[in-house]
């Protein structure tokens, strides 16, 4: 039995190699996070399971969700139950794990639960896909195996090798089983079928530079349009699309013609397309939208977000919370509801996703699956200021990339502003926290992957299966 100590200290380097895996050029610790956490669990039973799983979850998400802390000049005193709230919802799936890992001393069962469980939070209307496994193998050869299962197969392969190392630690002869996993993966990516061509665009990605207080200030938008028309009349062409950030200005750009102006003004002078973000007033609602202005400067087409953000586009359950005496608080912080499109739809060769949907892969692949060329993302992630959340929040699109096969550009306000090809590899990106146009030379494609056609059902199906025999079967030799 492990010491108590020990047991902690173990947590501590799941949570911090795990947390640490998440930055550019870390992400080879992925492969070795899960390991101490395995380890430190095995045996335990299910309830000691549950409560030292909950204790290791709440310790890693915590690193993991603390730039939530760079809300304050937003919300306050409030952003700390936030991120201690966040943290504890992140917590409960590494708890349930735990007490799995404690019952059975089984490494199958441990990655396929591990695989079905991140599958899990990234589901319903709370889910999220930070700290995830997926996105540590942004910038790696493996990353190309997404286009058969998408980020499923990626889970279970590095929690695989992870539950096999812990298991080696204790007969050494086990070893070589957690070879399977990266061999696995990088088979899948050899094999992954190459994204089919169909021309390319010359796409102008804009970041404005734009710090969240300025954003949310009426007074500052004659400053602000003026440096949109700055960097606007700096794109020389030629061009066929330029794409602006999500809610590029404090206004409704339909409803305030010298607002939209700018932007229909560059599309006739470049004669391309123009994607610029705005919130839409629409028959007493309100969406958060992207508007595509065409060449002559008229709305070719809008799409209204479908995956809003819990608590910060609309309130969950706010009914229930008015009851609980807590209305007042909450509606001063968000006094009504935006409202969420009606689905996913290309606008013409383009798919167009806004900020939070980035992280789930259903949005693309509908797109991929619905004649899309290209993956767009106008984003605001200035909220966060200068933590690493715009980072692994771009390294998202990467695997959005890889699994539809489709290049993704996101344009955000401060940063990251950039792209990856249809295998997710780096197209190029700008400095963050600074303005200016990115250029690029970008590659259409149409075909649809393994994932666009089937999901991630299949994977989801061996996840399951490997947890299931994981845990009928008890792998002895301790």
Excluded at 156 to 181: C, I, K, M, N, S
Excluded at 224 to 229: K, T, V
Excluded at 330 to 349: A, F, H, I, Q
Excluded at 457 to 469: E, K, T
Aim: hydrophobic share 50%; charged share 15%.
């Amino acid at each position: 039995m492990i010491p108590r100590r020990a047991r902690i200290f173990l947590l501590g380097c799941f949570a911090v190699s795990l947390w640490g895996a998440f930055s550019p050029g870390w992400g080879w610790l992925a492969w070795l996070a899960p390991a101490p956490y395995f380890l430190a669990l095995a045996g335990v039973g299910l309830k000691r399971g549950v409560l030292w799983g909950l204790l290791g979850g709440l310790t890693f998400f915590a690193l993991e969700l603390s730039p939530v802390l760079a809300l304050w000049p937003f919300l306050g005193a409030l952003s700390v139950p936030a991120w201690l709230l966040l943290s504890a919802y992140g917590a409960l799936f590494f708890a349930t794990l735990g007490g799995l890992v404690g019952w059975r001393d089984s490494p199958p069962l441990w990655a396929g639960a591990w695989a079905l469980l991140e599958a899990a939070r990234a589901a319903g209307p709370l889910g999220f896909s930070f700290g995830s496994l997926p996105v540590a193998l942004v910038g790696t050869p493996f990353l190309a195996a997404a286009a058969w299962g998408g980020a499923i197969p990626l889970s279970l392969a590095v929690a695989w090798t992870g539950a096999w190392l812990a298991r080696g630690l204790r007969r050494p002869q086990l070893l070589p089983l957690a070879l399977l996993g990266p061999a696995a993966l990088g088979l899948l990516a050899l094999l992954s079928p190459p994204p089919e061509g169909a021309g390319e665009l010359q796409v102008a990605l804009v970041q404005p530079g734009f710090l969240q207080e300025e954003k949310l200030n009426r007074d500052d938008l004659p400053r602000l349009l003026a440096r949109y028309r700055e960097l606007l009349s700096g794109i020389q062409g030629p061009v066929d699309l330029v794409v602006v950030p999500e809610n590029a200005l404090p206004a409704f750009l339909l409803d305030e013609p010298q607002c939209l102006a700018p932007f229909q003004e560059t599309a006739r002078r470049l004669s391309c397309r123009v994607l610029v973000g705005t919130g839409v007033r629409r028959a007493e609602r309100v969406f958060n939208s992207v508007i595509l202005i065409g060449p002559q400067g008229g709305v070719e087409g809008i799409y209204d977000k479908v995956r809003l953000v819990p608590f910060g586009e609309y309130l969950p359950a706010r009914g229930l919370w008015q009851a609980l005496g807590l209305g007042p608080l909450l509606e001063r912080l968000l006094p009504y509801d935006l409202s969420p499109g009606t689905g996913p739809r290309p606008l013409g060769p383009y798919g167009v996703i806004i900020c939070f949907e980035s992280q789930f892969s259903s949005p693309a692949r509908v797109l991929a699956a619905t004649g899309a060329q290209l993956l767009l993302l106008p984003t605001n992630d200035a909220w966060f200021g200068r933590t690493r959340f715009p980072w692994e929040h771009f390294a998202m699109g990467a695997l959005r990339a890889a699994e539809t096969g489709r290049a993704f550009l996101q344009a955000a306000q401060t940063g990251i502003t950039g792209g990856f090809e249809g295998r997710g590899r780096p197209m190029g990106t700008l400095p963050a926290w600074g303005e200016g146009v990115l250029e690029l030379t970008v590659p259409l494609y149409r075909g649809r992957t393994p994932f666009v056609r089937w999901g991630d059902m299949p994977a989801l199906a061996l996840a399951g299966a490997l947890a299931l025999l994981g845990a009928v079967r008890r792998f002895s030799g301790r």
